[in-house]
């Protein structure tokens, strides 16, 4: 079962096998809100996202991407029905083209989604289309309507099958034992949400300043793979089933507007470079590059040659990958992609200072950028500069509390620093934010038992432990009441 699959049949085995006109459909009120809270739901999706994390072998950890699609998604939701939604997006490594959109505002996009998509705001339209599914609330709504399945149920049912994703076997029995009966057969949201998504993703898309063609565009060029494929559709065709209504409604909404012509950002085109540079092994992606800026067959010479770039940084080929990242200099190029890798390759070449210095001089111009966060804290552990490093981490604690990496990233700092209670301290919260109570809980008895914390140290450690105890009892209570 593909990862994104899970998710859609998690959200059609609450959803009716009737249909219901979408002007027809409630808003959901204080009773029904009352049973199924905001709250609840961001809870629930957390608990699946974590899941995904850490079991899930086609998750994609990687910041940079992550930063982008999440800069592409904040624009998009500004200029939403629900400009204040709190949404998350995050990339699955699979090439068929899908994305999807989880409880709580966690939406999934699959690889195959970016290098598919001809230009930007065709992505865009694709992320608009899930924003509207969230800010309409449509998991939420069918969960009110039909009341068929408990959410602890959902929940699990989506665990099981994430764990037992290599063996569909197991992941049938997972659905079975979930009570959640034809979900194979129901992967899509009702054709009527899916309307009312595409209604308001094309005004999101407009009112983002993106090409409202994109949309059309996008899925009409899928709808006529599916003719190719026949009954081997594209995968998002069968959780979003197309319709030829559909279609005609976006492409005569397209041109009923003014005409934009709006250009691709850069930060689009390394995205994909990088994920190009990924398929297959970083030898034959620096060949493809090299033949292409040979040939001077590109759309984007920096993109390409960014591509290159990271092909041989991959490859270990140091002295080459740097050679093109100074080629990217002398074409003006600028992005917090492009200075994470020059940081990366002088990391790689055993000069952590170097890198120090171009990650600080590049979080001056991109002070948003996690990914370059990540690598200054990286680069200031290897350097051994672990003061300047944990009043780095704290600093940036101050502004991203739930922020999981950068509490890894304090708690090796400790370790180097040789500060064990605040080592596990940090490694604790680590855990936490991952959902990992219990290894949190662990964490914090080994920082009772560490001999080198001070009188307030030793009591914020036992006041945290005491926390994360009653939370343990919680959820022992719950889980016998069947909650």
Same mark, same amino acid.
């Given at each position: 079962m593909a990862c994104a699959a899970v998710f859609l049949a998690l959200a059609a085995s609450v959803g009716s096998s009737s249909p219901v006109l979408a002007d027809e459909l409630p808003d959901l009120g204080e009773s029904a809100r009352a049973e199924f809270s905001p709250q609840l739901e961001r809870k629930i999706g957390e608990r699946i996202l974590n899941e995904i994390r850490l079991r899930e072998p086609s998750y994609v950890d990687d910041p940079e991407i992550a930063d982008y699609l999440n800069r592409l998604g904040s624009r998009l939701v500004a200029a939403s029905a629900s400009p204040t939604a709190d949404c998350y997006f995050f990339l699955i490594r699979d090439n068929t083209v899908n994305a999807f959109a989880m409880f709580g505002g966690f939406i999934g996009v699959n690889s195959g989604t970016l290098l598919t998509a001809q230009s930007e705001s065709e992505l865009a339209g694709v992320l608009a289309h899930e924003i509207s599914h969230v800010t309409q609330n449509h998991l939420a709504r069918q969960i009110v309507r039909e009341k068929q399945s408990s959410i602890a149920m959902m929940a699990a049912m989506a665990i099981g099958v994430l764990a037992a994703r290599s063996n569909s076997q197991v992941a049938s029995a997972a659905i079975a034992s979930a009570q959640a009966g034809s979900i194979q057969a129901q992967l899509a949201f009702s054709r009527d949400f899916e309307r009312e998504a595409d209604r308001l993703g094309f005004q999101t898309l407009s009112g983002a300043g993106y090409d409202v063609r994109g949309m059309?565009?996008?899925?009409? %060029?899928?709808?006529?793979?599916?003719?190719?494929?026949?009954?081997?559709?594209?995968?998002?065709?069968?959780?979003?089933?197309?319709?030829?209504?559909?279609?005609?409604?976006?492409?005569?909404?397209?041109?009923?507007?003014?005409?934009?012509?709006?250009?691709?950002?850069?930060?689009?085109?390394?995205?994909?470079? @990088?994920?190009?540079?990924?398929?297959?092994?970083?030898?034959?992606?620096?060949?493809?590059?090299? @033949?292409?800026?040979?040939?001077?067959?590109?759309?984007?010479?920096?993109?390409?040659?960014?591509?290159?770039?990271?092909?041989?940084? @991959?490859?270990?080929?140091?002295?080459?990958?740097? %050679?093109?990242?100074?080629?990217?200099?002398?074409? @003006?190029?600028?992005?917090?992609?492009?200075?994470?890798l020059a940081a990366a390759i002088r990391m790689a070449a055993d000069d952590p200072p170097g890198a120090v210095a171009i990650y600080r001089d590049a979080m001056q111009r991109y002070p948003q950028s996690r990914s370059l966060v990540y690598g200054y804290a990286e680069a200031l552990l290897a350097a051994r500069q672990y003061g300047d490093g944990l009043r780095f981490l704290d600093s940036q604690l101050q502004t991203y509390s739930s922020d999981y990496k950068l509490y890894g990233l304090q708690a090796r700092t400790f370790a180097a620093s040789g500060k064990r209670l605040q080592q596990h301290r940090a490694q604790a919260e680590f855990y936490l934010l991952q959902g990992q109570l219990g290894a949190a809980v662990e964490q914090l008895q080994f920082a009772q038992q560490a001999v080198d914390g001070n009188f307030f140290e030793q009591s914020a450690v036992d006041a945290r432990l005491r926390e994360l105890r009653k939370l343990q009892a919680e959820e022992a209570k719950q889980k016998k009441n069947g909650v």
């Open positions: 059309g565009d996008f899925f009409g %060029r899928l709808q006529q793979a599916g003719r190719v494929y026949e009954n081997n559709a594209p995968v998002y065709l069968r959780s979003h089933p197309l319709t030829v209504e559909r279609i005609s409604d976006m492409q005569n909404r397209a041109q009923s507007a003014p005409y934009r012509q709006v250009a691709d950002s850069l930060d689009f085109l390394l995205v994909r470079a @990088k994920l190009r540079a990924q398929m297959g092994t970083p030898q034959e992606a620096a060949s493809e590059f090299g @033949k292409q800026l040979r040939e001077k067959k590109y759309g984007s010479e920096i993109a390409t040659r960014y591509g290159l770039a990271y092909a041989l940084f @991959k490859a270990k080929q140091l002295a080459a990958a740097q %050679r093109e990242v100074e080629a990217l200099d002398a074409l @003006k190029a600028s992005s917090p992609m492009i200075a994470g």
